[in-house]
């Protein structure tokens, strides 16, 4: 089986919005600007959360090189020296 056909076979699974749509139809809240803005806040939040840099698991080889990866909070003192 393909994947393609994989992917039509597979359930389909709800995203966020549509189960947030559930909750306020089941809550009777479907249209409170206060509900949407809140929803809103709370997606913003992951996003940022995602986006946030975390430490990375380096190896000993890798260490050794002297390489960093520009994703790593520790390379941020090599782009301050290319401001100076």
């Known amino acids: 089986m393909s994947s393609a056909e994989s992917n ?6 709800p995203s966020q919005d549509s189960l947030y ?11 409170n600007p206060l509900a949407e803005v809140m929803w809103e806040n709370e997606k913003r939040k992951a996003r940022q959360e995602r986006n946030t840099r975390h ?9 050794k090189s002297g390489m960093t990866l520009i994703t790593d909070v520790e390379s941020d003192k090599y782009l301050k ?3 100076k």
């Open 8 to 13: 039509k076979t597979s359930p389909k699974t």
């Open 55 to 63: 430490s990375v698991d380096k190896g000993e080889d890798f260490i």
């Open 81 to 83: 020296r290319i401001d």
């Open 21 to 31: 749509e559930e909750l306020l139809s089941s809550a009777g809240q479907e249209g």
